[in-house]
């Protein structure tokens, strides 16, 4: 494909410098041809090497030409065509650099009846407010994206050829239908653009204008940079991108509108709302820019522990607030009437897709701060229909039991996220939904998007659970805040109870006879504080890997002992482990203690039946200490770990017997025979939990072990590496092909 014969470039300012420059620097082509009715252009653009021929006749420049790049005013577009045409073979590819893709098209069909197939149209998002053929810079395309919005019947060879030339650049290019690409960048472009210029255009003409400029910040600097853009430029994409500017000026108008009303009205948990969102949404486009300009997701990355042999295991730490509570503290935090404050919220990415959800819902939230979140309560029927779906990234805690709570709303909702998140089953919290009443869709399998149509009638049900799942429990449950009757569930074994305990905990009646919860709808909740104690699910990696290190003796603080939550207290104690509960006591309704390991051989069992659902999510680790343990351990009555983020009982067993273990999956557990570790490679899955369990295997292994996928370790446990450090472990972190994080 590469290098071409002849490239011609049409237009030879930033754009199309910039274009022609990499294109000579790369070799893509054999002739990079500059064309411009400016002499003094095409003599610059000779001058500076950034073109081998130019070229002031479009026609005879595009003649024989394999591509062609319209980088001239957007306006022109249709004249350009037109002068062009008579050259055009059919085999010349032409592409554009336009921000308007609408009006590309729009001109391809008035000079040839039809969008051609060898046009593609695109848009590289990048630039400045600088201009003019002296501006051309090498890199420009580097780690920013390039749009394409190739028309239905477009050759697959001319979008291969635009695609690559772009990538040979350093871009990343996607593509997208040329409509929805005109409304974004009315939204995040043009809009923008036309507030810079507005604003400025407006002081400018004040009387005391020289002291305004004279004395302004960073912050009008950096607003109305981008008014020093090309005036001629933008006239013509604003009429260009007329009807979709125009709607996202008025949306805009909207805004401004409800925030001056605000500040004249002092209504601050308004005004902290919106500029809350914001503060988010722009901090989270930071973090996004800081690796590229238009990054890939996190779960894209293939983030690499090694975890080396040789660690230790003492000290005294505190691991991150409990999930399952932090998720709970925002949502009824969010349901309640006046403020409640939370503290030691986990700040994982789980726990935020929670948060964030309930600000698309019109929750007001200031935070995290260091663990601190305020929450504006909007009480139990005060959320507001989000502006679109709700992406709740890898939490399937999030998306169950907001199920629950959305089922009786006013309107309608859809629950989205990642692919991991897309898998798994929600069929068990969807059907006893619509038993109530709830009009609930799932995929065709029982997997997201889950569609909730609003404004349903709930009525009570007594829902007696096929299997015990704390998270279908408390979707019932909550559901039944808004149901008609009295909702009562009933487990077939003990399941976390923190649902119950942080309804009580915020004023609302729960009645618990047994393995029965129930509640009666109607009611309010009342704004409280709340400390979210150490989550035990965090601690029990540090648990068995005290258990395991020889001479380990390690403190773990404030962790949450709920009475549904410690099988994995009981499992490594029945096991020998040398665990020392003390410094009991209660915070907001929550059982905490402190917790000491210290080494002690370990012996393999049969775990007891009633303590699997006590310590469902602990089990990637405990599969470890069964690994360490003389004799053989046997687990049953554990299938659902089967759908959970991934099939842990596969694949600990796979990880295992790369490591040399014996481990044998059954369709409710596992049987592993205890004995040496070697070293390997083993892959995560993307779960967060086996990435962490083989961290801490590393500490019996006769051999390194590198666990692939490991990105998700922040859903539950951000500082998982920090913390394993601190303690002795020898952990090392790099993202695939790039470098480590020592």
């Known amino acids: 494909m590469f ?56 026609e005879a420049a595009v003649k024989g030409a394999d591509l062609v790049l319209l980088a001239a005013p957007i306006g022109a577009t249709e004249a350009l065509l037109r002068k062009m045409a008579p050259a055009l073979n059919g085999r010349t590819i032409v592409t554009d650099a336009g921000s308007v893709k609408g009006n590309v098209i729009a001109a391809a069909k008035t000079v040839f009846g039809e969008v051609p197939p060898w046009l593609i149209p695109g848009h590289p998002i990048a630039g400045s407010e600088r201009s003019g053929v002296g501006a051309a810079k090498l890199d420009l395309y580097r780690d920013h994206r390039v749009i394409l919005t190739p028309a239905p019947g477009a050759d697959q060879t001319a979008l291969e050829t635009v695609t690559r030339i ?25 809009l923008p653009h036309l507030l810079a210029f507005s604003l400025v255009d407006t002081l400018s003409k004040e009387g005391e204008n020289q002291q305004i400029f004279r004395y302004a910040a960073g912050g009008f600097r950096d607003f109305t940079r981008i008014a020093s853009s090309d005036p001629t430029m933008w006239h013509d994409i604003f009429i260009a991108n007329q009807q979709a500017i125009l709607a996202a000026v008025d949306q805009f108008q909207q805004g401004l509108q409800r925030f001056r009303q605000a500040v004249e009205d002092q209504d601050s948990k308004a005004m902290l709302g919106a500029m809350t969102r914001a503060k988010v949404a722009r901090d989270h486009f930071t973090k996004m820019l800081a690796k590229r300009a238009y990054s890939r997701t996190m779960t894209e990355k293939n983030i690499v522990f090694t975890a080396r042999p040789g660690g230790v295991v003492n000290g005294s730490i505190r691991v991150p607030g409990d999930k399952s509570i932090s998720h709970r503290s925002i949502m009824m935090g969010s349901l309640a009437d006046g403020i409640t404050e939370v503290f030691g919220f986990l700040e994982g990415e789980d726990s935020l897709a929670t948060l964030q959800a309930f600000r698309d819902m019109g929750v007001t939230i200031e935070g995290p701060n260091k663990g601190h979140v305020k ?41 989205t996220g990642d692919e991991s998140l897309s898998k798994r089953p929600m069929g068990r919290v969807a059907n006893p939904l619509r038993e109530m009443g709830a009009a609930i869709e799932t995929g065709d399998d029982g ?3 889950i569609r909730i149509k609003g404004s349903q009638t709930l009525n009570a049900i007594d829902y007696k659970m096929p299997m015990a799942s704390a998270q279908v429990k408390s979707c019932v449950l909550l559901a039944g805040l808004y149901a008609k009757g009295e909702t009562r569930v009933t487990e077939p074994a003990p399941t976390r109870d923190h649902t119950e305990r942080m309804l009580k905990g915020f004023g609302y009646p729960v009645q618990v006879d047994g393995a029965t919860a129930c509640v009666r709808g109607g009611g309010t909740l009342v704004a409280t504080n709340i400390d979210v104690p150490a989550d035990i699910s965090s601690a029990a990696f540090f648990m068995v890997a005290a258990s395991i290190t020889p001479g380990a003796d390690l403190l773990l603080e404030h962790v949450g002992i709920n009475p549904t939550r410690i099988g994995v207290i009981n499992i490594l104690k029945a096991m020998g482990a040398n665990l020392d509960v003390s410094n009991e006591r209660e915070v907001g309704g929550e059982p905490v203690a402190d917790i000491r390991v210290q080494y002690a051989p370990l012996k393999g069992i049969r775990v007891p039946q009633d303590q699997v659902p006590l310590a469902i999510d602990e089990f990637p680790v405990l599969f470890v200490a069964a ?92 500082n998982f590496v920090e913390l394993s450090r601190k303690v002795g472990m020898k952990l090392d972190v790099a993202e695939a092909g790039g470098s480590e994080d020592a």
Not at 15 to 33: D, M, P
Not at 380 to 408: E, H, Q, V
Request: charged share 20%; with cysteine; net charge negative.
């Open 627 to 718: 690994a360490c343990a003389e004799g053989t351990t046997i687990l049953t009555g554990a299938e659902e770990l089967r759908v959970k983020e991934s099939d842990r009982i596969q694949v600990m067993a796979d990880g295992l017997l790369a490591l040399g273990v014996e481990a044998d999956p059954t369709p409710d557990g596992v049987v592993i025979k205890g004995g040496p570790i070697s070293g390997g490679r083993v892959e995560s899955h993307g779960d967060h939990r086996i990435a962490m369990a083989f961290a801490v295997a590393a500490l019996r292994s006769s051999g390194e072990i590198k666990i692939n996928n490991c990105a998700n370790v922040a859903t539950s446990f951000p």
């Open 3 to 58: 290098p071409l014969q002849r490239v011609v470039v049409v237009g030879l300012g930033l754009i199309g410098g910039s274009f022609a420059k990499e294109l000579k620097t790369q070799h893509l082509c054999v002739e990079v041809v500059g064309c411009s009715r400016s002499q003094t252009t095409r003599d610059k653009a000779l001058e500076l090497g950034l073109i081998d021929t130019a070229e002031g006749n479009l």
């Open 166 to 190: 772009w990538q040979c650049m350093g871009a990343e290019v996607v593509t997208m239908d040329a409509e929805y690409h005109d409304a974004v960048l009315a939204a995040t472009s043009h």
């Open 447 to 449: 997997t997201p998007p």
């Open 375 to 415: 929450i504006y309560g909007v009480g139990i029927n005060g959320l507001m229909p989000p502006p679109g779906p709700l992406y709740l990234g890898n939490s399937g805690t999030s998306m169950r039991l907001l199920s629950g709570l959305l089922s009786a709303q006013s309107f309608d909702v859809e629950l």
